[in-house]
Each structure stands twice: as structure tokens, then as C-alpha cells.
């Protein structure tokens, strides 16, 4: 790939730079794929085989700061506390894998910070042209409104709850999480990074 941009004539460095940008994009894809594959493979040799039941892979695809990556990792069968069935990412759940949807934390943020600033139309291009990553306006409107609906339930209850006069409680709780699109998302701060991560997170009840 190298050597076909040096043997281009005559250009620009504009173009040189934008080249040079989107090889560098694809070898971070290839390299995220490869080690979460690889951690994956780790997760399943060492896992407790009597409380995790590979029940094979599945192949995702999350919408990063540079780029799509495709990769396959193991679903298991376990059991809750309560006895039921369910099944999990051992991968998603040791990594913390944040998504919403199938875009990452980075650049869910990456969008929102540009779209209080710009219209849907420019912020896909901004984040198109600088995040290796391709979005539509579309796709842009749609991500935002799933966070202002979800917000916007979240409010709701919490005033219903302060009129039913049924808020209560004073215990902290170590880590919180919420589940969007069947993926739990860390809603503590800074403060509870170090916190002991709950074996709830990345758990699909059947």
C-alpha cells in the first residue's frame, strides 16, 4: 500500500495525508480484531466450564473512532442467581465493552459532542472525514433520538416515583448499570472505575 503512494505522481499532499490516514485506520481494524479474537480465545480456555456452556460463536460488528471492526467472539449458557437461564459475553463482560448499539462509548461521544454544534448533515460529514468512520445524517438523527428517548423515559419515572412519594433509599451502591439495545452500560464516574465489576453486565435472560 506504501509503495503504490509513493509511485502515484504528482500528488498532493492532501491526498498523501487522507491515504496515509485510511491505512492506518484499516491496520487499527485489523489489529482490534485480531486481539479481541485472541482475548476471546484466552476467555474460553479459562473460564469455570461447569458455570459457562460455549454455545458457540457470533459474529458482531462495532463502529469505532477508526473504523468498522468485525470480529467473532463466544456466547455462553450460565444460570442466574435465581436459577434461570441465561446466556453471556464472557468477552464484552471482561472488557466493559460500552456500546450503544453498535457504535462504541468513544464515538457515541465523538457525535454528540459535534451535533450540539452542528446540524445532523455537517456532524456525519465531520465525523465521516475525521473518525475513519462512514455515517449517514441519518444515522446520526436516529442515535440521537434513541438517547433522547431513553432520557426522556428515565425522567419520567423518577418524577412519577417523587410524586408517588416512593423515592427512598440512601445506600450507595458500588457500580450501577443500565441496559440499552441488550447492552449494560457503567453509569458511575471517574470515581468508581476501580469498582468491582457485577457479573450482571452483558447478561441476556431467555
Given at each position: 500500500?506504501?509503495?503504490?503512494?509513493?509511485?502515484?505522481?504528482?500528488?498532493?499532499f492532501?491526498?498523501?495525508?487522507?491515504k496515509?490516514?485510511?491505512?492506518?485506520?484499516?491496520?487499527?481494524?485489523?489489529?482490534?480484531?485480531?486481539?479481541?479474537?485472541?482475548?476471546?480465545?484466552?476467555?474460553?480456555k479459562?473460564?469455570?466450564?461447569?458455570?459457562?456452556?460455549?454455545?458457540g460463536?457470533?459474529?458482531?460488528?462495532?463502529?469505532?473512532?477508526?473504523?468498522?471492526?468485525?470480529?467473532?467472539?463466544?456466547?455462553?449458557?450460565?444460570?442466574?442467581?435465581?436459577?434461570?437461564?441465561?446466556?453471556?459475553?464472557?468477552?464484552?463482560?471482561?472488557?466493559?465493552?460500552?456500546?450503544?448499539?453498535?457504535?462504541?462509548?468513544?464515538?457515541?461521544?465523538q457525535?454528540?459532542?459535534?451535533?450540539?454544534?452542528?446540524?445532523?448533515?455537517?456532524?456525519?460529514?465531520?465525523?465521516?472525514n475525521?473518525?475513519?468512520?462512514?455515517?449517514?445524517?441519518?444515522?446520526?438523527?436516529?442515535?440521537?433520538?434513541k438517547?433522547?428517548?431513553?432520557?426522556?423515559?428515565?425522567?419520567?419515572?423518577?418524577?412519577?416515583?417523587?410524586?408517588?412519594?416512593?423515592?427512598?433509599?440512601?445506600?450507595?451502591?458500588?457500580?450501577?448499570?443500565?441496559?440499552?439495545?441488550?447492552?449494560?452500560?457503567?453509569?458511575?464516574?471517574?470515581?468508581?472505575?476501580?469498582?468491582?465489576?457485577t457479573?450482571?453486565?452483558?447478561?441476556?435472560?431467555?
Amino acid at each position: 500500500m506504501m509503495e503504490s503512494i509513493l509511485q502515484e505522481k504528482r500528488i498532493s499532499f492532501k491526498e498523501f495525508e487522507k491515504k496515509i490516514y485510511q491505512f492506518v485506520c484499516g491496520l487499527g481494524q485489523e489489529i482490534a480484531r485480531t486481539m479481541l479474537e485472541n482475548y476471546d480465545d484466552h476467555l474460553a480456555k479459562t473460564r469455570d466450564r461447569k458455570a459457562y456452556r460455549d454455545k458457540g460463536k457470533r459474529t458482531t460488528t462495532v463502529k469505532t473512532l477508526f473504523g468498522e471492526v468485525t470480529y467473532e467472539r463466544r456466547v455462553y449458557q450460565t444460570k442466574t442467581e435465581e436459577g434461570e437461564r441465561a446466556y453471556i459475553y464472557l468477552l464484552d463482560s471482561e472488557m466493559q465493552m460500552e456500546k450503544i448499539g453498535l457504535i462504541s462509548t468513544n464515538l457515541a461521544e465523538q457525535i454528540l459532542q459535534t451535533v450540539t454544534e452542528a446540524p445532523y448533515r455537517s456532524t456525519a460529514e465531520i465525523i465521516t472525514n475525521t473518525c475513519g468512520q462512514s455515517i449517514s445524517h441519518g444515522g446520526v438523527w436516529e442515535m440521537v433520538q434513541k438517547l433522547g428517548e431513553k432520557i426522556s423515559k428515565e425522567e419520567a419515572h423518577a418524577v412519577k416515583e417523587m410524586n408517588a412519594d416512593q423515592a427512598k433509599g440512601t445506600k450507595e451502591i458500588p457500580v450501577l448499570f443500565e441496559e440499552m439495545d441488550g447492552v449494560w452500560l457503567n453509569m458511575q464516574g471517574k470515581a468508581h472505575e476501580k469498582a468491582k465489576k457485577t457479573r450482571n453486565e452483558g447478561i441476556y435472560y431467555v
